[in-house]
């Protein structure tokens, strides 16, 4: 039965608020994304995963290098990067697709309706979480060079020249990786388009080229002088994917034919490639209903 | 208070609120009532922000609520029970959410208590039947100690128990002078805790006014099976009507 | 007035019954399914991306490639490596959208013995992976055949390695569906599906060629990345295994590795679907 009398009305309880007014501002949003990405165990699947790939590749091709004569280390150190970028570029898929693929949208954009405050914060709560595990994955892989290291007596001299810059390069690529994902299934919002489409971008296609040049040249011909044209156009194109862009901060090597970015080229690239889709997801956020 | 002014929602070539005018006053429940694709989620989630009318406003405390500036401690929300991600734990989510205003653990194990979900907090929300998914819906929309409530169908799947809890809980808010704005089907339990109802069909309003005036002469259900009979979009047939087929298999 | 009618007094007669057999058969299932797979949108759109695929990849090679006078059919087949990965999605999808979205309490509520659902999804999946793999070929085909006039590359069917370019072209794509569909089956989440079968395909097998050694091409062998050996000219096939200081199988071996790839994950799919929930 009604009985909203005044008589029977009674005071609302005052809750303690806050000195502001208590609303979604950027720091709180940023750690309710990070409290939100730590709470799923495909986050800490994909962070260990990273570490542990990265580890035993990079072991697996110091031991089978450790046998031959002029035997360093150091230039085992990026062999597990190709596939410990493999997690990451899922953790970040999965963090861009997972509000909209589940249903949770309607939770959290009704808690921040100005919309765009999210987007930063899952890219910042990204960021972190991805730069831990790359600093993590990175010092796995340096430390499972240590047994062949030691086997041969060699020493690790990591200030030596140009290791410093590939730890870093290394560090940042798996970083930049992720957030490449996140910008992709922002922006798609499905999971398995998005995860085709981010696969097809950063696994596939380079391999795919990779193999259009191998086709282009006959394998039995002598080999000829000077870059095939070919080949130069192969290579100045994956330069410019996700995957040649970051194998230029890793390493500081010149590939024939391609044009000669070096590794703040390639970070500017890698970049670019985060701040598109990232950019169109923000539009699409501000201009269309969340749905 | 909810504001709903010449409200008109329209995807391509259908309208699904058409000039929809009403008002959900504080220290009362208001009931939400229509046949389904009636447009009243369609109506919530514009009041909401998720979706832009077309044109019409729809305003929270005098504002949109896009402009609110601290919009889960205005208005709390339960739409769909599957807005949850099925990887999280309850409590998580609640946390997450939480956070987002700066609203400490404390409350979170306050609505946590007061939904009854103490024993579940800690097991992921995929797991979950679809009564404690309500009740997780119902405990984040409480989370901001809101002065607005908008709930969609939210004894859906509740036992009887819950339905009784949900009855009181909303009485107790709107006591408190608390606006509630709340959908439902279940016509008797609306009765027994709505102040007034707003009746919709077809995206229009086809009535507003106290309980006890639409169930002057009969039941609210017959006001409202009265007030909707040309606006009801899915209508079943009983078997054996003219126009149902058999299938291979009748015994 | 929408409301119930008043129960009937009058008895009605209930409807004739029908004569025709009233069970689950395999053909219903298989007919359940391919309905399941053409009403989706998105099976168009996929199967539409993986033709210009196949042929845009063969019609870039074209220019790339320099010499004249042989054979135009490695170049055709190219696209095999980019367009498995939509065949892929295909049958990850097939096999995993039933519990993604929780359709699979549906389907098994109507086919309580399980496996020939499976049965079904893999009948269908070949059939859809072959009918979409003769277009990608045909489109390849004709995408180069003026390029490849022009540069003098012959397409000559009855020779015999043309012929096996081009055939195995389709049964690998068809292979790939499946290997996706076990995937799919077996661990019931589309993404995880992809990601394993990107990897196990292109990933693992372009890192294994580009690090050589005896474990390295004896992984290669055995991987399903094998099976790409069927599109591979006689020239490269032989390169490869003068370059592999593992076991190196032909053409048709390498095939069959991943054909049993493809059986064993469909077996073990299976095997799960008998033997566990699915829900």
Known sequence: MTATTAASRRARPTAHRPADAGGPTLPRVVAAQWTALTSLRSSWWAAALTVVVSGVLTHLSAQASSVDPGFDPLGSLTSGVVLSQVPPLVLGVLVGTGDFSTGAFRTTYVAVPRRWPVLVAQTVATAAFALLTAVAAVAAAVLALLPSARSRDIALDLGRDGTPQTLVGMTLLLTAIALLGLAIGALVRRSVPALTAAVLLVLVLPVVLLLATDLSTDPLAPATGGVPPAVAVVNTVVAFLPSGAGALLTADVVVEGAPDLGPWGGGLVLAAWIALPLAAAALRLRTRDVV | ?251 | MGGVPATATARRARPARDPRPRGVTLGRVVASEADKLTSLRSTGWLALATVAAAAATAWGLVFARPEPGASGAPIAVAGAVLSQLGFLVLGARTGADEYRSGTARSTFAAVPRRLPVLAGQALVTAAAALVVAVTALGAAVAATAGLRAAAGLALDVTDPETARLLAGFVLHQTGVALVGLGLGALVRRPDAALVAGVLALVVLDHLLATNPGRVADTARALLPGAGARVLLDDGRLDALAAGSLGPHPGPWSGYLVLAAWAAALLAAAAYRLRRGDVT
């Open chain 2, 1 to 251: 208070m909810i504001e709903v002014a010449a409200l008109t929602k329209r995807y391509g070539p259908t309208t699904a609120v058409d000039g929809l005018t009403f008002t959900a006053r504080a220290g009362a429940v208001t009931g939400f009532l229509g046949p389904n694709g009636a447009g009243k989620s369609t109506t919530m989630r514009v009041v909401v922000g998720l979706e832009r009318p077309t044109s019409g406003t729809a305003t929270v405390d005098g504002r949109r609520y896009a402009d609110l500036p601290a919009p889960l401690r205005t208005v709390g929300v339960m739409l769909d029970a599957r807005s949850v991600h099925p990887g999280r734990t309850a409590f998580r989510h609640l946390t997450a959410l939480a956070r987002t205003h700066g609203i400490g653990r404390a409350r979170v194990d306050e609505v946590i208590g007061m939904t009854g979900l103490e024993s579940v907090a800690g097991r992921r929300a995929g797991t979950f039947s679809l009564g404690m998914g309500q009740r997780l819906g119902i405990a984040a929309a409480l989370l901001g100690d809101p002065g607005t409530l908008v709930l969609d169908e939210p004894v859906n799947g509740l036992d009887p128990d819950g339905v009784l809890w949900v009855r009181r809980l909303v009485r107790d808010l709107a006591a408190e002078g608390r606006a509630v704005l709340l959908s439902s089907h279940l016509m008797h339990e609306l009765a027994l805790c709505a102040d007034r109802v707003v009746v919709i069909g077809r995206g229009r309003l086809l009535a507003d006014a106290p309980v006890a005036e639409l169930a002057a002469d009969g039941s609210l259900e017959d006001a409202y099976l009265r007030l909707t009979a040309g606006a009801v979009e899915y209508q079943g047939r009983a078997v054996g009507e003219a126009g149902t087929t058999a299938v291979g298999g009748a015994r």
